[in-house]
């Protein structure tokens, strides 16, 4: 996996209004824990969302903090929900050699079949939960979808990951699947309320005609 690369300067003020202070000068307030003491630090938000189009948790960041690097990961992040700016990044700082946690996010490829006739494909979980060492990271997990019938899904159960690479996520979480088109049952519920008020107004005439006899 390709490694990003960050500079950093330690923040030693961490009042809420020092932290206003810096985004206003284009700078995004962060913190870097994990197997060593956490350090709150300061990062260029220009620099960060160049190298950053897209946040993923496995991709792994070099924080340079005075010469130093430490290899992290981002394990969460405040993002403003009007501008989309980040706010805030949390940095998990891990240990090379040792097993790690991470999320890491599903691709599908394919067009499947079901949809091909009229079905409609879902996606309800894009990321997976992993343990693996931090050089086995996979960027993301590739399922094939184009044999999909209407029916099918793919669970996370059905997946092969790369190798050193073990999926911690429920194996009956579904990934992918294709199901009727709701179009069909709204149709249906229409006819049904149509026939039913039908029959309602063939009621009320037999009703009509009753009394005027």
Known sequence: MEQRTLAATERTERKKGAAGRLRRAGKI??????????????????????????????QIVSIIIDGKGRECLIKDYDQDILTGAVRHVDFYEFERGKLLHTNVHVETEGSPKGVREGGVLETPT??????????????????DISLLEIGDAIHAGDIT?????????????????????????????????????????????????AESE
């Open 126 to 143: 894009r990321e997976l939960e992993i343990e693996c060492l931090p050089v086995d990271i996979p960027d993301h997990i590739t399922i």
């Open 29 to 58: 307030p962060g913190i870097v824990y994990g197997h060593d003491e956490p350090v709150s630090i300061t990062i260029d938000a220009h620099e960060f969302g160049r190298a950053f189009k897209t946040i993923s948790e496995s």
């Open 161 to 209: 990951p790369p190798k050193g690479v073990e999926i911690l996520s429920n194996l009956d979480q579904v990934l992918a699947m294709v199901t009727q088109p709701r179009i069909e049952e709204e149709e249906v519920s229409e006819e049904e309320e149509g026939a039913e008020i039908a029959e309602g107004e063939a009621s009320e005439e037999e009703g009509e005609e």
